[in-house]
């Protein structure tokens, strides 16, 4: 009798090591690593990169921390995905509202999430990925970890390279204009999207050339008046969060007429949504897409 | 019944209803059955109830009962009705300790919070000791002075938030105080501290009562006044400090609560302690569920709630009390 209880018990954990082999799939992230035994059905998605990460794989997510406002999610993304559900803001996303849904992932921003990491873990196998100040760059290489993830590789390679030919006919069509900045404006200010932001990266990629100093590190730069004035881009590309910004005093001022801007009309007015938040890679061609369309003019 | 098993009970019938409601209610809408039912034994709703609610509904009483007893005290000791521990700057100086720490060392364990918000409380409290110690100040001149230093630690927090952008998220909860990923992990550390401090006031609080006669009375009665002050200022300072190291600084209660107290059962210690706590619980708990529950899945930070009902009573105090 003893004996056939240890044959079972080695039978059967022969049989587990054996099937553990075959489908754990180990995929290593900002806060720790994550086994898969099954592929993921129910995503809950903290940013907005993620949402564009997973509407080229083609997987819906099921809750999206949208801010309460589902026209933060940008129209080319919206597309390409079924309805969800709001999980609340991307600053305090509420966590009953991600555990009602029930997830089976939840992709979490790392540079905003770190303090309810574990909470999140509680509720679904949590992915800590960057999201807020990423570059170009490196969210091609989130946006595959996200399609291995929910096991779609060969569709989202295939996009890549697709996405890879568009942006080198972009590159080639925009070369030598000038410096590009983009900045978001507010009542409050203004902040300059430096090399190291999503839409600063995009810009670079795009082999065009910023008139920030080569010595900043800094992602986001708020600006005065007077530092516009001494950077004096060539271009300006201005994503408006409020109705009314400092733009339009700073624009009634005699100094205005100083920017080179001012004198080529060279500031063009586009939606803080696709070149800020949206940071993924159907945002980078709309950007590089706007971008080609206003030097045309 | 007396004026105080009235307030005391029907506060405590208060506290459960609204315990329950809070339970039920926030981004999803669960039965009566399934609380309870998940409660006794887990199951689909776990989190939800087990570990999101539950501890927050424990961490809004705890915190509330802190607050409104060190508001008692700092009351009593500095014989003002404007005082409190967040009005004085000492909500201000935990604040900003536990925020830098958690700015800089973002792994670090929730244990040590109240340590290092003790140590910004104490600190906060000792400049204003000094900075009051030359002359008797008026009570509005204190009330001015605590201000002051209120608004230059909560811009020393705007500065660390300039410097550390990137969390500014885990941060901006120091600025409004919000009990938005709180779990038990925050509960353990916060209890030694209160379950030691609650009892202790409520043996200072006929020693209090004496205090308010006057130094030379109270002297004359038998109480050592220089320890007295000392003892229910070091605990006023803890109790505030350990409250604000688990969800920042959520304004007013701490003036809010005795002074309602007083309303409800007047101003003799032994009754109005209680019925403070009670009040204080309420205040917080109520708060942070409107917070859950006012535009779902949106939370919004509880301290701004407080801040809505606390304010204009502060205002009314500065009206009422002429002469200063």
Known sequence: MRFSVIYKLLFLFSFSLFSSQSFALKIDHDAGSIEFDSTPQRVVVLAFSFVDALAIAGVSPVGIADDGDKNRVIKRVRD???????????????????????????????????SIYQDLTRIAPTLMLKSRGVTYQENLLIIEKIALAVDKQSRVEKRLIEHKKRMLDFKNKLSNKGSFQFAVTSE??????????????VIEELALTSPLPSSNKQVYLQSSFEQLLSLNPDWLFVGQYSDHSVLDKWQKSPLWKMLTISKSQQVVSVSANVWSLASGLLAAEQIAEQLTQAVKK | MTRFQKSLSGGGLLLVILAVYSLLNGAHHLSVNTVVSTL???????????????PRLFIAILVGMGLAISGVLTQAIIRNPLASPDLMGISGGAGLAAC???????????????????????????????????????????????????????????FLLVLYPIEVNSAMIWLTGSLWG????YIWPLLPWLLTLVP???????????????????????VDTKRLQIMALLSAVALASVSVAVCGTIGFVGLLAPHLARLLVGSQHKLMLPVAALIGALLVLSADTLARNLAPPLELPAGVLTAILGAPYFVFLLHRYKGW
């Open chain 1, 80 to 114: 390409n995905i079924e309805d969800w559900q709001s999980v609340g803001s991307r600053y305090q996303p509420s966590l009953e509202a991600i555990a009602a849904l029930k997830p089976d992932l939840i992709i979490a921003d790392s540079g905003r999430h770190h």
């Open chain 1, 188 to 201: 409050k200010g203004m902040w300059l999207h430096s090399p190291y932001s999503y839409a600063g990266s």
């Open chain 2, 40 to 54: 006794f034994y887990a199951g689909d709703q776990d989190f939800i109830v087990n570990h999101y609610r539950l």
């Open chain 2, 100 to 158: 830098t720490v958690l700015l800089t060392q973002p792994d670090i364990n929730p244990a040590w919070l109240p340590v290092i918000a003790l140590l910004g409380g104490f600190t906060a409290a000792f400049l204003i000791y000094w900075l009051n110690s030359r002359h008797q100040p008026s009570p509005a001149r204190l009330a001015l002075l605590g201000i002051a230093i209120s608004a230059f630690l909560s811009s020393c927090i705007n």
């Open chain 2, 182 to 185: 709180r779990n038990w992990d």
């Open chain 2, 200 to 222: 202790f006031s409520y043996y200072l609080a006929w020693r209090l009562d004496l205090f308010a006669l006057g130094d030379e009375t109270a002297s004359a009665l038998g």
